[in-house]
């Protein structure tokens, strides 16, 4: 056979005959033979590969449900694709800067980027240096030109609270997440909406978090002391609303008899709570779905010839349980 029949074959081009395909695959398993990714990279200049990094320390990457979700739509996007995944936890500059040279070096074909946090000027460089790039969650800044895949963070906190206030609810308070993230302050808009016009509701209630339990709890705390005859609560996150409900029972607060609480995500956890947590539900698997399939267009048809920045944002849905 000549090299470009055999190498037809390898790769599964059907421009060959039958007779051809049968005589490399019989060679193929005689003598053991896989093909040299290295070398076929140098051909094809493709890695194979795309990074997700997470701008996050690893204490909450693999606690908190959001992760979980995102990396589960992720991989079974991929599946099939042919491409691998490599997991990157990039917390501090030292790290954002190894990403950076990373893909700049050419070992991945694309990236997504995970909680990313105020003006971090990695998302621009990556874009400006030719990589395809997709962001979970938006930009902070509204005229960013980074494509994104998002929830309607705003359209769920507004929906949580307008279902409080129309349970009777009328001193509602909010945890709120760090001022740096995008959701976070998506989450408090539409809080922040739902209560624009109740003259009788006290304003900006309003306790920040981290997302995690431990903040949750903590700022449930500090609530209770600001406002004692306060008689709902909106956590921008499950873990939040799950550490705010030990606040309560710990302070001897009924839920949702004098404290009905809302969180944000429709985790597992969600359901098994005592009471079960009414959550605002964001589809976070399909998210990451989404969010391979934009960046595997780009890679296709190559970042640099497309000026199309993708802006997707996907419904959220109130789960209403127990506690509220």
């Not at 607060?253 to 079960?276: K, L, M, Q, W, Y």
């Not at 589809?283 to 780009?298: F, H, K, T, W």
Request: glycine fraction near 8%; charge should be neutral; hydrophobic fraction near 45%.
């Amino acid at each position: 056979m000549s090299r470009g029949t055999a190498s037809r074959v390898v790769n599964g081009s059907e421009h060959v005959s039958q007779s051809a395909k049968t005589a490399v695959l019989d060679a193929i398993a005689r003598l053991g033979y896989v093909p040299n990714l290295a070398a076929r990279s140098l051909v094809t200049r493709r890695a194979d590969s795309i990074a997700l990094v997470v701008s996050e320390p690893e204490s909450r990457v693999f606690s908190e449900p959001f992760f979980a979700g995102l990396l589960r739509g992720v991989s079974q996007e991929l599946a099939g694709s042919g491409l691998q995944l490599v997991l990157v936890m990039a917390w501090t500059t030292k790290e954002h800067d190894q990403i950076e040279q990373y893909v700049r070096n050419g070992h991945v074909d694309g990236v997504l980027l995970v909680s990313v946090h105020g003006d971090d000027p990695l998302p621009r460089r990556l874009v400006e240096f030719g990589a395809p790039v997709m962001m979970a969650g938006r930009p902070l800044s509204a005229d960013s030109p980074i494509s994104f895949v998002d929830c309607d963070n705003v359209g769920g906190a507004q929906a949580a609270t307008n279902h409080l206030y129309a349970q009777g609810r009328r001193r509602i308070a909010a945890i709120c997440g760090p001022p740096d993230l995008a959701a976070s302050v998506d989450r408090l808009t539409g809080y922040r909406a739902a209560l624009r016009n109740r003259r009788s509701v006290p304003r900006d209630l309003v306790a920040a978090g981290d997302f995690s339990l431990a903040s949750g709890e903590h700022a449930m705390a500090t609530l209770l002391e600001r406002d004692p005859h306060l008689d709902a609560v909106f956590a921008a996150s499950d873990p939040m609303a799950i550490g705010a409900l030990r606040a309560l029972r710990a302070a001897g607060r009924r839920v949702p008899d004098d404290v009905a609480v809302i969180g944000f995500d429709n985790s597992e956890a969600a359901a098994h709570t005592e009471p079960p947590l009414t959550s605002v539900h964001q589809p976070v698997s399909l998210m990451g779905r989404e969010l391979v399939r934009a960046l595997l267009e780009q890679i296709a048809t190559g970042r640099s010839e497309s000026t199309r920045t993708v802006r997707t944002v996907l419904p959220t849905e109130l789960i209403i349980r127990e506690s509220a």
